[in-house]
Structures are given as C-alpha cells and as structure tokens.
Nanobody, 114 residues
C-alpha cells in the first residue's frame, strides 16, 4: 500500500473542502478504508471509514452529519467531503486501513481559521 492524500487547504469556519485518497499499488475497492486526522501535538483520531463489500459507512461523533466518505471505483479514489468546518477540524488528514494499519502517507493539511 502507498496511500497518497491530497486536496487540503485553508478555509474559514463554516466552509467546505473535499480531500482525496489514492493508491497506485492496490485496489481500494478491495479493502475497508478510513480517514484519520492528527491535530498538531496530538494522536491520530479516526474520522470515517467505508466498507469494502457494501459501502457501509461509519463516522466519529465529532464529524457526523458534516463529513461524508465515498468511493469512485473508476478513479480508485476515496473522498472525504467536509462541510460546516470548525476550527477544531484543523489537522493533517490521512487515509489508512482501520482494521490493519499500514505505513502512513504524507497526509494533507486542513486548516480552519478566520
């Protein structure tokens, strides 16, 4: 696995961003894939994940109703649509396998600030 995250940026509170996760070495449709985040100076936190078989989704309480995880099989990409962003969403965001973590990618920085 070699996850590559992209699409982060800086937005004001209440704004939206859509970040992407791709992998040139594996088929993301075959695995449970999740989004994690790591605020500065803190540990990794699971944010959302999507199953491999039926695309069931799971969200942390802190993002439920605001974030949406999805797949595009044709592009071998998993997305995280983030709406109503809050300053506490500021972190580096990573994708990985929630049930069998592998090496972390470089992540993508999301900054929410006025």
């Amino acid at each position: 696995f070699e996850f590559v995250e992209s699409g982060g940026g800086s937005v004001q509170p209440g704004g939206s961003l859509k970040i992407s996760c791709s992998d040139s070495r594996s088929n993301l449709d075959d695995i449970v894939i999740g989004w994690f985040r790591r605020p500065l100076g803190k540990d990794y936190e699971g944010v959302a994940c999507i199953s491999s078989s039926d695309d069931n989704t799971y969200y942390a309480d802190s993002v439920k109703g605001r974030f949406t995880i999805s797949r595009d099989s044709d592009k071998n990409t998993v997305y995280l649509q983030m709406n109503s962003l809050k300053p506490e969403d500021t972190a580096v965001y990573y994708c990985n396998r929630p049930n069998a973590l592998v090496s972390w990618g470089q992540g993508t920085q999301v900054t929410v600030s006025s």
